[in-house]
């Protein structure tokens, strides 16, 4: 109720006002309906073309009330279906990224999103179908009281057996897809694999289409039989039960229409008795079958609010710069920085201590699974450690609030993105402040080495990247899209710390090396951190680390390492033997 009243006041006071009437106006046209018979029995024409002129308003008016509900429900609906949404993505962003690499937050989310925007007004035009259905039920109990208690009573407990098998059939349906949130998102994974543009090619060289085809064929067909046997379930309870509450009316109809056969009651009270045992039947099951709606409607939006109840993480608690050590050296420091990513048991980092200068050109090197990208996202408070602690200028790095501390860092990684917008926006998303300041855009580019893109595309900055939405897109090599996720990085002017996770690897040799002198005179001044595989790109470092297995086992200059018999003398011999 609360989120339907926040999107749309006036609507929920409309939808309030327009079930009223559709709870008294079906009881004066069963009214209305008995007149006219009784009219007609007494042979009054007057009377007669009174009433059915009457009756004519009443259903008119009847319409209109329902047009208007259905075109508030509609409206409610739409309004409802953007703030849910909205709320939904807007806590996405304040989550850590500890959530986003856990499969178990992706199937809450999926559950979340499902029917999330439909949900909440169903619930809340339940509530009002309640109302009109127990307004309508009461009228029509008040006139079969005249006859009979004991239709009252039928009339009740006619409806009950179905409802009660309607809502056990609800819990199992939610049940089934809860559980079955991993093979929802895998539908939409093969889906995205076999129609999307960066898949194609691999999809038609290796001849993969048939095997993915089917797996979702063998996935599908398997929710299908599910929700079939399910369905089936449902449709024949539902049947067999409803031939009860069809007995019980025939009953009664059969029991009136005796009484009026013996002049006990008029044929227009008949008509009466007969529509209000049948519309106050109908009533009382739709009020029900909303009740057992609404239970279900319930149980799926309990899975929207358990995602926007997920903890996020505290605003820091300390204002960026203050309770800075008077003594406190500018740069960065590990102190025995040790981490494990969420339901892992094996340390990503474990023991790193290390001082980081302010200005210092740093590379870390290591194979793959070392630990470098681990210790960026650490500099990053993508995540915060385990164990230890990470100070910046004199601050714990968890002192900072996030925004300001990103804000001081410029940071391409490894797996970029490639953003489906005009080159202009692809670059400018690096300091979003700046989206729109074309020189700033221009000098992140011509720092990237991309400054000859506006000049080869056609619209220049305007030009639309990549065909998702635009036939006229163009498409980059990986190369160029490397060189525009590193003008990106250089968009952060102010930034006094640049962090590149392998920022070249897309580039051939000229291209790096261009790249790098140009980096080499731009970067002056700030602290770098690069992370890289080739070593004519690290031997230029100031210092290099070497990770290997979460920890820091050398540290030096390029010529320090080469002489020392260790890990990156290993890794710098095997790389040069590809050179021979």
Same mark, same amino acid.
């Given at each position: 109720? &609360? #989120? ?8 929920? *006071? @409309? !939808?309030?006002? +327009?079930? /009223? ?120 109990? &008040? #006139? ?8 009252? *009573? @039928? !009339?009740?407990? +006619?409806? /009950? ?420």
């Amino acid at each position: 109720m &609360g #989120l339907v009243w926040k999107s749309a006041r006036g609507g929920t *006071v @409309g !939808l309030g006002a +327009a079930t /009223l009437f559709s709870a008294l106006l079906p009881l004066a046209v069963a009214y209305v309906g008995k007149r006219i018979i009784d009219a007609v029995v007494e042979k009054n024409d007057a009377a007669t073309l009174r009433w059915v002129v009457l009756e004519l308003a009443v259903v008119a008016v009847l319409a209109l009330n329902t047009r208007i509900l259905a075109l508030v429900r509609t409206i409610i609906g739409a309004r409802l279906g953007v703030d849910i949404n909205l709320e939904i993505l807007e806590k996405a962003q304040n989550l850590e990224l500890s959530h986003f690499e856990d499969p178990e937050f992706y199937d809450q989310l999926t559950r979340a999103r499902r029917e999330a925007s439909s949900r909440p007004l169903s619930v809340v035009t339940g509530v009002f179908q309640i109302v009109q259905y127990a307004l309508t039920l009461v009228g029509y109990g &008040g #006139l079969l009281l005249n006859i009979s208690g004991v239709a009252v *009573v @039928g !009339l009740v407990l +006619a409806a /009950l057996p179905a409802t009660y098998a309607e809502m056990r059939f609800s819990t199992s349906a939610f049940r089934m897809r809860s559980f079955r949130a991993p093979e929802t998102r895998r539908l939409a994974y093969i889906e995205f694999l076999l129609g999307s543009e960066g898949n194609a090619k691999e999809m038609m060289t290796f001849g993969l289409g048939p095997t993915f085809l089917g797996r979702y064929r063998d996935l599908a067909e398997t929710i299908y039989r599910e929700d079939r046997a399910l369905a089936i379930r449902r449709a024949g309870w539902g049947f067999v039960l409803s031939l009860l509450a069809l007995g019980v009316f025939y009953g009664f109809y059969a029991f009136v229409a005796r009484e009026a056969s013996r002049t006990v009651i008029t044929i227009g009270n008949l008509t009466l008795y007969v529509v209000a045992f049948r519309q106050g039947q109908q009533a009382f099951q739709s009020l029900l079958s909303t009740l057992g709606g609404m239970f279900e409607d319930n149980l799926y939006m309990s899975n929207l609010f358990a995602y926007l109840a997920i903890p996020t993480r505290e605003p820091a608690k300390v204002e960026e710069g203050a309770e800075v050590a008077a003594h406190a050296e500018p740069g960065i420091v590990f102190e025995d920085v040790g981490f494990r990513y969420p339901g892992k048991d094996e340390w990503a980092l474990r023991h790193v201590n290390l001082r980081i200068r302010k200005g210092e050109r740093l590379a870390l090197v290591g194979e793959n699974g070392s630990g470098k990208t681990t210790f960026i996202k650490l500099l990053t408070r993508l995540y915060d450690p385990t164990e230890g602690r990470i100070v910046l200028d004199g601050l714990p790095l968890a002192a900072y609030d996030a925004k300001a501390l990103r804000k001081r860092i410029g940071v391409i990684f490894q797996d970029f993105v490639r953003y489906q917008l005009s080159l202009s926006e692809n670059v400018g998303v690096g300091s979003v402040e700046h989206l729109d300041d074309r020189p700033r855009v221009e000098s992140a580019l011509e720092r990237g080495g991309a400054d000859e893109l506006p000049k080869t595309l056609k619209g220049g900055l305007d030009a639309s990247l990549g065909r998702w939405f635009n036939r006229e897109g163009a498409e980059l090599s990986g190369g160029q899209w490397q060189r525009v996720a590193l003008s990106r990085a250089f968009m952060r002017e102010d930034a006094d710390i640049l962090v590149l996770d392998e920022p070249t690897s897309a580039l051939d040799a000229e291209a790096e090396q261009a790249i790098f002198e140009r980096f080499q005179e731009l970067s002056k001044g700030k602290t770098t951190l690069l992370i890289s595989h080739r070593f004519p790109t690290v031997r230029t470092a100031d210092r290099i680390i070497v990770l290997s297995k979460g920890e820091i086992v050398e540290e030096g200059s390029h010529e320090e390492l080469l002489k020392k018999d260790g890990r990156y003398r290993h890794l710098f011999q095997l790389q040069a033997k590809g050179y021979l």
